[in-house]
């Protein structure tokens, strides 16, 4: 267990529709990332946050956006959904923001759109 | 951005052997992490290493930072071992210091059999 909590594990939605993916980091970890696995793609960076503050920005599509509040947990918002946004999401994190850091994922959120 | 290489892209192994994965990177990193994942889907870190060789058990990583290599080396192989192997390399996202992103690479896939 890395101590890194995403909610839900599975969901299944339909294309158009928005969900939301829920993470928890570690306890005293202020950064959070979030990460997409799909099988043509691999694992791919979309977006970090420290403290509540965007930091980086990787592969991120406009119709997905994420924040982190002040308790420190984040949300990974996904929206007009296509059949491609089927993937493995991954949240992860870390206790400070720079690359000296060792990063540790959750379980993951599996997502399937129909 | 880097470039993250691993190789061999697949593995079998009888129950027992020994093997040996490398991971080669494009360019200097500032951190480098092995992650196993399971055929469950959970992402577990196994080593952080930048530079230097650790140990954990079975397992053991040597990471020679001025030649841009990683190897992972397995010991006595289990069934549990299988699964796919992750070298990521660490560095500064585009927006520089106080942002992080991890590259991996498209993995070693290792199957144990008894």
């Known amino acids: 267990d890395s101590g890194v909590t995403q909610t839900p594990k599975h969901l299944i939605t339909a294309t158009g529709q928005r969900v939301t993916l829920r993470c928890s980091p570690r306890?005293?970890?202020?950064?959070v990332y979030w990460y997409q696995q799909s099988l043509d793609q691999g694992l791919q960076f979309l977006i970090q946050?420290?403290?509540?503050?965007?930091?980086a920005k990787g592969n991120i599509l406009e119709r997905f956006s994420a924040q982190q509040f002040p308790d420190l947990h984040s949300e990974l918002n996904l929206s007009s959904l296509e059949l491609g946004d089927s993937a493995l999401y991954f949240c992860?994190?870390?206790?400070?923001?720079?690359?000296?850091?060792?990063?540790?994922f959750g379980e993951g959120s599996w997502l399937t759109v129909v | 951005g880097i470039q993250v290489e691993q190789s061999p892209p697949d593995l079998i192994l009888q129950e027992g052997a020994n093997s040996t994965l490398r991971c080669n990177l494009s360019?200097?990193?500032?951190?480098l992490q092995w992650f196993h994942q399971n055929p469950w889907g959970q992402l577990i870190n196994l080593f952080y290493?930048?530079?230097g060789t650790k140990q954990n058990g079975r397992l053991s990583a040597t990471t020679v930072a001025t030649e841009r290599y990683s190897l992972l080396y397995i010991s006595s192989s289990q069934t549990t071992d299988s699964g796919v192997y992750f070298c990521?390399?660490?560095?500064?996202?585009?927006?520089?210091?106080?942002?992080?992103?991890?590259?991996f690479g498209k993995g070693t896939k290792l199957s144990v059999i008894p």
């Open positions: 992860a994190s870390s206790v400070g923001a720079a690359s000296g850091n060792t990063i540790y």
């Open positions: 990521a390399g660490g560095a500064p996202a585009y927006s520089g210091a106080g942002s992080y992103q991890l590259t």
């Open positions: 290493i930048p530079s």
């Open positions: 946050y420290y403290n509540g503050e965007e930091r």
């Open positions: 360019d200097s990193v500032n951190n």
């Open positions: 306890s005293g970890d202020l950064s």
